[in-house]
Each structure stands twice: as structure tokens, then as C-alpha cells.
Nanobody, 120 residues
Framework: QVQVEESGGGLVQPGGSLRLSCVPS????????MAWYRQAPGKERQWIAS???????NYPEFLEGRFDISRDYAKNSVYLQMNNLKPEDTDVYYC??????????????WGQGTQVTVSS
């Protein structure tokens, strides 16, 4: 069974920082392509960061370079460092884990989400 465990959310003041963690496991998967998304109530889930097995990263322009995604293969973990947080960053943040098995088939699994609230 595949599990995608997220942590690190919480309440932070504008201008502050948080680091989210994602630990996928199970399913006989190799976890290569990983990404972070966020979703506000009544809105579509929005892509905010991705990282490949080789460490290449991508971000949408609207984040203005404030976020950084990274990974630690030894810990099987992916992180999202969020800096200079703004109230509009308030969302539930989700980790998307790409599960790759024999034959390079990929299936995506979502974490349960972790709440990030940016408020003074």
C-alpha cells in the first residue's frame, strides 16, 4: 500500500517561513517525479513546484521565486521550503508522489494535505 505523509504546516506570520515535508512509501514504488500542489476552498488544486529524479526543479512564475523544492533520497523525502510567505499563500498543501515500477509505468498518489495559514 502506498502512503504519502505530509507534515510541517501551521500558522505563520506574513514574511515568515515554513518547510513542508513529504515522505512517500510502500507499493513497491520508486518515487521519482514529485510535486507540491495547493488548494484553497472552492478553488482548483494548483501546481506550485516539481522535481525530477535528477533534481531538476520547476515553479510557476506567480510564486516569484519564494519557494524551493528539494529531495533527500537517503530519507526518501521531499521538501518544500516556503519563504516570505504572504496571506494569499494560505491553503492546504498537498504532496503528489509519482510511483514508478517495472516498465516505467507511473501512478500518482496524493497526500492528505497539510494546512498552511499565513496571518498576522
Amino acid at each position: 500500500q502506498v502512503q504519502v505523509e505530509e507534515s510541517g504546516g501551521g500558522l505563520v506570520q506574513p514574511g515568515g517561513s515554513l518547510r513542508l515535508s513529504c515522505v512517500p512509501s510502500g507499493g513497491g514504488c520508486g518515487f521519482n517525479a514529485m510535486a507540491w500542489y495547493r488548494q484553497a476552498p472552492g478553488k482548483e488544486r494548483q501546481w506550485i513546484a516539481s522535481i525530477t529524479s535528477g533534481g531538476a526543479t520547476n515553479y510557476p512564475e506567480f510564486l516569484e521565486g519564494r519557494f524551493d523544492i528539494s529531495r533527500d533520497y537517503a530519507k526518501n523525502s521531499v521538501y518544500l521550503q516556503m519563504n516570505n510567505l504572504k496571506p494569499e499563500d494560505t491553503d492546504v498543501y498537498y504532496c503528489r508522489a509519482g510511483c514508478t515500477k517495472l516498465g516505467r509505468h507511473i501512478t500518482y498518489y496524493w497526500g492528505q494535505g497539510t494546512q498552511v495559514t499565513v496571518s498576522s
